[in-house]
């Protein structure tokens, strides 16, 4: 039997219960790829399937089938109309395993600024008894592609606040972020040509400031601030201009 199959269906819950009788296996065993949710189309006209490939998992997914049995937990003990599934890592984290919850209520899982979600994530991994970044590998909690969603905003608004301090020669400090915001900015802006990047503060209040490569680490206070606030469960980039 194939190891990974390809399946259509009206929406991607019904792509993926055609993939799971394909390969004959539960959720907890495949992982599965979102090749096109699919769209509606008008009146019935230029609609699309929805297309989802799923894997079954390599021997050692047992660790990522616990941590989704966890998570599916969560979700029936908060009472939400929610589902989980092993998908594909992200291209520049293959050695993360990710575990991502859709569903009608899913957007009550992010919380302000993802503290939700982060939240859940930390507690998938105390019950799973191990540390996040654990020599096995990552296992990754998001919704909805939020936390993809959230470092293409993040990316954008490093680009855009590197021009700002290249044009001005003077560094800019954005306003606290968690440790995974904190890294978005840095990954984006680590081959720029005319600005790094450096994270200042102690715990909840650390941030990180964009400076010209030839120019000094700012003194605390000196450096206009930004704060990349969004709603809830839809990142935007800030309006241009805000400071």
Do not use: C, W
Not at 1 to 28: F, H, P
Request: glycine content about 10%; aromatic content about 2%.
């Amino acid at each position: 039997m194939t190891d990974s199959v390809q399946a259509n269906g009206k929406t991607v819950e019904e792509a993926i219960e055609l993939v799971l009788k394909q390969l004959d296996a539960r959720r907890e065993e495949v992982e599965i790829e979102v090749l096109s949710p699919g769209k509606s189309g008008l009146f019935g006209i230029g609609g699309e399937p929805a297309r989802v490939r799923a894997t079954l998992l390599a021997e050692g997914g047992e660790l990522v089938q616990a941590a989704k049995l966890i998570v599916d937990k969560f979700l029936t003990a908060m009472g939400v109309d929610a589902v989980s599934t092993i998908s594909k890592p992200p291209e520049d984290s293959p050695d993360t395993q990710l575990i991502e919850i859709t569903g009608d209520d899913s957007g009550l899982l992010i919380g302000r600024r993802g503290e939700t979600l982060r939240s859940m994530q930390f507690l998938m991994n105390l019950l799973l008894n191990r540390k996040p970044d654990q020599a096995e590998g990552r296992i990754m909690l998001d919704v909805e592609q939020y936390r993809h969603r959230r470092t293409q905003v993040l990316r954008g608004l490093a680009l855009r606040l590197a021009d700002r301090v290249a044009g001005s020669g003077r560094p800019f400090t954005l306003e606290p972020m968690n440790p995974a915001e904190r890294r978005a900015i840095h990954v984006a802006l680590a081959d720029h040509a005319k600005v790094t990047t450096q994270s200042l503060g102690e715990g909840e209040d650390r941030k990180v400031t964009i400076m010209p490569r030839n120019g000094n680490s700012p003194a605390r206070g000196q450096s206009p601030r930004f704060s990349p606030r969004k709603p809830s469960s839809q990142p935007e980039a800030p309006a241009s201009g805000q400071d």
